[in-house]
């Protein structure tokens, strides 16, 4: 053999499609496998769907089958075909997870995988022994990949009708608890409601039947509208504005209201998700604007808790006995004060740098609060106690709730400002810089000001969330002031929409929110957070509520490829055209 | 007194000097163009001149003012401005948002929306394209967009940075035309071109330029004739 052709890639055979449905089935087959041994399954069988009927496990099992099924029914040409290579892919998946349970029957693994416990094998055998729980994990598999290759197959408008009666129905299972607390609270009517659809356990049979039909009809009710205005020409602008700030205005009245209903838990698990509203909001100023990736962020957090701490505390560390009111501007404009300072020594500093350098910034600050240097004045790591919470007349804001709408009405007075802000001279001067620090510059930009008044203003949202952290635990600890926080920060306003203010508002509630909701999970949360993070990098890398500019810049990317690639090897009059379509 | 004046700077990367001695005056109301090979220091005697590298030795003089102390946004706001080189626009604005942007230094709106409709008289293209996100326009269209932006900030002198780069033949024309159109209507040029032949075709006085230094000067045909130009740069 000449040595030359070793050099050559070797060119792989292209998969036939029988090669491919059995490897997407293989792979499908994989997760449930690998989500059962690390003991997944067996958690989320702990939560029902429908009570005495589906469990979380369960439905994740089915929605496997369904996944494969989808994925095969890609590659087929012909409605048979997809229909065939689903049924296979579904039935090679649910292979996978018997020879899972065969092999547990055979060996004990538990002293290796201990999550191979007998709960699973019973749950993945539906308790029916191995013969008979294979053939049915073969044949349900096989039945779900039939039913994701159809799902896949059929016109869109029924697809989403089906898939938005199944989500529902999952959440209203997955969150009974919540919905019934809220649903009893509301009122009589509700209450009716509530016993409708729930037994005290969760849903019931005849409430998933009926509110998948709601769903459903909802959602073909919504399909139709659409596209009827579709049929009009293209919906207007303003009609589009519309229809968002109704969407807004709906997520605001959700937020005002629910702490009443749902009481103190969900009035915690909010308050927490407006504190993150609110430094997510000032991080934005500075990510989102004005291009700093900063990582040291939760200093600014520390400095507003401290100080409101040290002003108002009844504690043998207090500087003053203010009054929460009072402390809270000071702690605010201390807060941009540091912003500024924190600011000046990486002004020249860009991009990567600029994270690294910054995240080096709030530890200091952290190291500085813990260490024996600052003890006497910070109380070092037994930190500050006995802060009281603030009151309004003779009303005392000690209640979850009444705190939430402390830090809503703090979000609100924010959310203005950064709206301002976003449309002010000094907003456009910190889209420019980061677009390009030079011609910002060459156009009239000052660079120093401009980036020193993003940390500050910056910072000042953050302090005063911090401010309202310290009435809510009523102390103050330098280890609440972790780098996780930061990356936390960060990570919602990327996930809600860069640049965005709604989208910081919606990635709160999904990354702050939601963890806390599933918080019997236990550390499986974080496995979720993560993947929920790959996933949206994936498959929506705009956020889910971008801002106007990015979206434009997502959906913009390809055609600004394309005309480059051509544009100026054509001649003048013809690139025109091109560049019109 | 010329309105731009050069005297005998040197500027430093670290420990390399990229200008060593450039001088140069630039007459109110002219072309004034410095044409070169790659890297003899044309860019940076505009980065210079513009305040985002400062002169280790020399001065800067403009309009009877010494530039060594001001910012760059400073120098900007004194109507001293700058179309960079490879355009640099802001891709992911709007035509409209980047003639916006231009206008940062100007406060009076109703002066600022004259000056766009000047804008787009002068570019008619533009017009077509004042909603359209600017990074997906054509090179030239790109071209359109940084001169009109630099304009919007009402400049006594242009500084403009390789405005042909890139660019096919018929653009390159219609830009060169423009540059004229514009100084006709009273602002000084500055203009960096590795076209030699196009830039000192339109310009009054030309400087050559070579490893950081001014090897050459004079009028502009006097540099087109000249033997040693014709044999290193117009082939």
Known sequence: MPTSLAILPRRRQPATPLQRTLGVGLVFGVIGVYLAAV??????????????????????MIAIGLGAGAMAARHAHTRGGATLHGLLAGAVAGAMAAALAVVMQLVSLQSIFIQLSPALFTMLTLGLGLAGGAAVLIGGGAAAGLAGALLRDSPPGGRRIVLAGLGTVVVAGVFQELIQLVLQNAGALTTSASEFFYTWEGLSQQGAAAIFVIAAIIAGLNAMVQRRAAGRVAASERRVRLRRLLRAGILLLLLVCFPLLAGSYIGQVLMLVGLYILMGMGLNLEVGLAGLLDLGFVAFFAVGAYTTALLTADSAHALAALSYWEA?????????????????????????YLAVATMGLGEIVRVIVTSDFAAPLLGGAQGV??????????????????????????????????????????????????????VAQAL??????????????????????????????????????????????????????????PGVVVGSLALIGLPELLREFGEYRYLFYGAVLVIMMRLKPEGLWPSEVRRRELHAGDEAEALDAGADLLPAGQHASSAAE | MALLEIDDIHVFYDKIEALKGVSMSVEEGRIVTLVGGNGAGKSTTLRAVSGLLHPRQGAIRYAGE???????????????????????????????????????????????????????????????????VAGTLSGGEQQMVATARAMMARPRALLMDEPSMGLSPMMVEQVFETIRTINAQGVTVLLVEQNALLALSIADTGYVMESGRIVLSGSGPELLDDERVRRAYLG
């Open chain 1, 385 to 438: 106690l006995q802060i009281p919470k603030p009151r309004i007349g003779a009303t005392v804001l000690a209640t979850p709730v009444a705190l939430f709408y402390l830090t809503l009405a703090a979000s609100a007075v924010a959310a203005y400002v950064a709206w301002r802000l976003e449309n002010s001279r000094l907003g456009r001067a910190w889209m420019a810089l980061r677009d390009d620090e030079d």
């Open chain 1, 328 to 352: 809270m501007p000071i702690a605010v404009l201390l807060s941009i004060c540091v912003g500024v300072i924190f600011g000046i020594p990486v002004l020249g500093v860009r991009g990567d």
């Open chain 1, 444 to 501: 009239g930009v000052n660079l120093i000001r401009s980036k020193l008044l993003a940390y500050g203003l910056g910072a000042a949202f953050a302090g005063l969330g911090g401010s309202i952290f310290a009435v809510m635990l009523s102390s103050v600890y330098p280890s609440s002031f972790q780098l996780l926080i930061s990356i936390n920060v960060l990570a919602l306003i990327i996930v809600g929409g860069m640049g965005s203010l």
């Open chain 2, 66 to 132: 010494t530039l060594g102390q001001y910012g760059a946004h400073e120098i900007a706001a004194m109507g001293l401005v700058q179309v960079p080189e490879g355009r640099r626009i802001f891709g992911r604005l709007t035509v409209n948002e980047n003639l916006e942007m231009g206008a940062f230094t100007q406060k009076n709106r109703q002066q600022i929306a004259e000056d766009r409709e000047r804008m787009l008289t002068l570019f008619p293209r533009l017009r077509e394209r004042l909603r359209q």
């Open chain 1, 39 to 60: 003991g997944l399954l067996p958690m989320l069988n702990k939560r029902s769907v429908i009570v005495d009927t589906i469990g979380l496990g369960d439905a994740t």
